[in-house]
């Protein structure tokens, strides 16, 4: 094989691999190329190394997708393949035949290739709306705000970092791992979005300090810095939060992504950020950085607008340039940071 077509290979076999792993919907994957490249002889080969790279990927057989998802994945590669070759590929069937005789849990798994090899593994709800709440699913701005972290960890480095709405926590176990923060507070305030945080917490190797009221007067929080970052979970009610409560924390930086639901939210969360401004250390309030997808502009204009009435500057970041985490490309995303 011409090392142009070896490159075409690794590509495509990079492309299947971090959508499977990330569940991400089907229609989404490179199919017409991968049609292409079965008509070669070395079809039989492409389509082992995408099983390997897929449902026998190491990382998924320990931490699988939904049954659903990897039937419907596997039943598209079995078609591929059998529009273009008559003989079977044994081990296709055989993948499909354990996935048949599977139960479908309520939760499955989700996972991003880091830069460094590693990866973050989450489990999810296998429903967009599940217990009340959208928060229990990984939304595409988060994985925005996630690459623009990767891009500039100085940002994180050896800092205390309050997320807003954190949800399944792809964000902040993505700066845990790779961006070296002294502290990491993850919050939200469903309980059932907070169950599920601290799991995925500890599935990606963390431990949790106690949830104590005042995290910055706890004695891990003198301790010198370390490789791992000590990480909190925290019920945070937007609207009921008090300044010295947010202060508490001593945050260097407040993050949040796709937290921009409808007026009522945006709302609170121009609140809380005013408490946070009120949070001083060393004479100087946090920044802050929101992402959002942009599905309605007058939603983000909402947002801006409030901004201003509450005295906050902002500005938008550029937009980054490495695409880790697959996501859908037609979409439109943003990163403010804001001066509180």
């Given at each position: 094989?011409?090392?142009?077509?070896?490159?075409?290979?690794?590509?495509?076999?990079?492309?299947?691999?971090?959508?499977?792993?990330?569940?991400?919907?089907?229609?989404?994957?490179?199919?017409?190329?991968?049609?292409?490249?079965?008509?070669?002889?070395?079809?039989?080969?492409?389509?082992?190394?995408?099983?390997?790279?897929?449902?026998?990927?190491?990382?998924?057989?320990?931490?699988?997708?939904?049954?659903?998802?990897?039937?419907?994945?596997?039943?598209?590669?079995?078609?591929?393949h059998e529009a273009v070759h008559t003989e079977p590929l044994d081990e296709l069937y055989e993948a499909?035949?354990?996935?048949?005789?599977?139960?479908?849990?309520?939760?499955?798994?989700r996972s991003y290739l880091l830069p460094s090899g590693d990866s973050v593994t989450l489990s999810e709800?296998?429903?967009?709306?599940?217990?009340?709440?959208?928060?229990?699913?990984?939304?595409?701005?988060?994985?925005?705000?996630?690459?623009?972290?990767?891009?500039?960890?100085?940002?994180?480095?050896?800092?205390?970092?309050?997320?807003?709405?954190?949800?399944?926590?792809?964000?902040?176990?993505?700066?845990?791992?790779?961006?070296?923060?002294?502290?990491?507070?993850?919050?939200?305030?469903?309980?059932?979005?907070?169950?599920?945080?601290?799991?995925?917490?500890?599935?990606?190797?963390?431990?949790?300090?106690?949830?104590?009221?005042?995290?910055?007067?706890?004695?891990?929080?003198?301790?010198?810095?370390?490789?791992?970052?000590?990480?909190?979970?925290?019920?945070?009610?937007?609207?009921?939060?008090?300044?010295?409560?947010?202060?508490?924390?001593?945050?260097?930086?407040?993050?949040?992504?796709?937290?921009?639901?409808?007026?009522?939210?945006?709302?609170?969360?121009?609140?809380?950020?005013?408490?946070?401004?009120?949070?001083?250390?060393?004479?100087?309030?946090?920044?802050?950085?929101?992402?959002?997808?942009?599905?309605?502009?007058?939603?983000?204009?909402?947002?801006?607008?409030?901004?201003?009435?509450?005295?906050?500057?902002?500005?938008?970041?550029?937009?980054?340039?490495?695409?880790?985490?697959?996501?859908?490309?037609?979409?439109?995303?943003?990163?403010?940071?804001?001066?509180?």
């Open positions: 094989m011409a090392p142009e077509e070896n490159g075409e290979a690794a590509r495509l076999l990079r492309s299947f691999e971090r959508r499977f792993l990330a569940a991400r919907a089907l229609r989404s994957f490179p199919w017409q190329s991968l049609e292409e490249k079965l008509r070669d002889s070395s079809g039989s080969e492409l389509l082992l190394n995408i099983l390997r790279k897929t449902v026998k990927h190491p990382v998924c057989v320990k931490h699988p997708p939904s049954v659903k998802y990897a039937r419907g994945f596997l039943s598209e590669l079995i078609r591929k499909l035949a354990e996935v048949l005789t599977a139960e479908e849990p309520t939760q499955c798994h709800s296998t429903a967009i709306v599940s217990h009340g709440t959208t928060g229990l699913v990984t939304w595409n701005a988060a994985l925005y705000l996630a690459e623009w972290a990767l891009e500039n960890p100085a940002a994180f480095t050896h800092r205390t970092i309050l997320e807003l709405g954190s949800g399944a926590g792809l964000t902040g176990l993505a700066i845990c791992k790779t961006c070296r923060p002294r502290a990491y507070i993850f919050s939200d305030c469903h309980s059932r979005v907070l169950e599920q945080l601290q799991g995925n917490v500890l599935l990606n190797g963390f431990s949790l300090e106690p949830n104590v009221t005042t995290p910055a007067q706890h004695p891990a929080f003198e301790t010198p810095d370390t490789d791992s970052p000590r990480v909190t979970v925290a019920r945070l009610d937007w609207d009921v939060v008090t300044a010295p409560q947010l202060a508490a924390f001593w945050p260097d930086i407040v993050i949040a992504a796709d937290v921009l639901y409808c007026p009522e939210t945006i709302l609170s969360l121009v609140g809380v950020l005013q408490k946070l401004s009120a949070c001083q250390k060393d004479q100087q309030a946090p920044d802050a950085y929101v992402a959002f997808t942009i599905r309605n502009p007058e939603t983000c204009q909402l947002f801006t607008t409030e901004l201003g009435r509450a005295g906050i500057l902002w500005e938008e970041l550029p937009r980054h340039d490495q695409k880790l985490f697959p996501y859908e490309e037609h979409l439109e995303m943003a990163i403010l940071k804001l001066t509180l």
